[in-house]
């Protein structure tokens, strides 16, 4: 097998350096205008957000309640001008795009205020426009090459897997309160249960005992 020179060697040694800084760029977060959440909220309360966004800017709102009651809440969606854009009522889920109309400060609120006494977990992904190319093109005169492709490839997986752990993490969250919830709900039922076969068992054996029990009879004697 021929052995490399030295150009080739450092050549060699570059090509892996460089795969593993683009590796590593592509852990790092960069700067995207993706805002998650996850938050209490208290039984008849309101909860608000705000976002400056820019006129042309395509926008995401995703929400789900993780715990409480039914799982449901209200939404609601305003633009600068308080006109309401989105509006959805004891919602479990659900998921808004939108394109801003103007420049200003758009609120989004979560509402808990049709609940009593059952406060809620609320998740939220508020997503501003689009995540910036990993290789902008600007001043570029070359395509990608077949490393630049691949980092991109991998940086698209990657942001997929992200997704995909936030969603799963969501349903195991909701399934382990459902779970939790029915246990409680199977042990009050349980004792219930004890309590009724003791007072049912207690209510027999005095029954019984009255069924078997001597019964003592009166005379009375008349005189003539």
Known sequence: ??????????????????????????????????????????????????????????????????????????????????KVLYKEMKKQYDSFTFTASKNGTYKFCFSNEFSTFTHKTVYFDFQVGEDPPLFPSENRVSALTQMESACVSIHEALKSVIDYQTHFRLREAQGRSRAEDLNTRVAYWSVGEALILLVVSIGQVFLLKSFFSDKRTTTTRVGS
């Open 1 to 82: 097998m021929p052995r490399l020179g030295y150009a080739q060697r450092w050549a060699a040694a570059a090509g892996r350096w460089g795969c593993r800084l683009f590796a590593l760029l592509l852990l790092v977060p960069g700067p995207g205008g993706a805002s998650e959440i996850t938050f209490e909220l208290p039984d008849n309360a309101k909860q608000c957000f705000y976002e400056d966004i820019a006129q042309g800017t395509k926008c995401t709102l995703e929400f789900q309640v993780i715990t409480g009651g039914h799982y449901d809440v209200d939404c609601r969606l305003e633009d600068p001008d308080g």
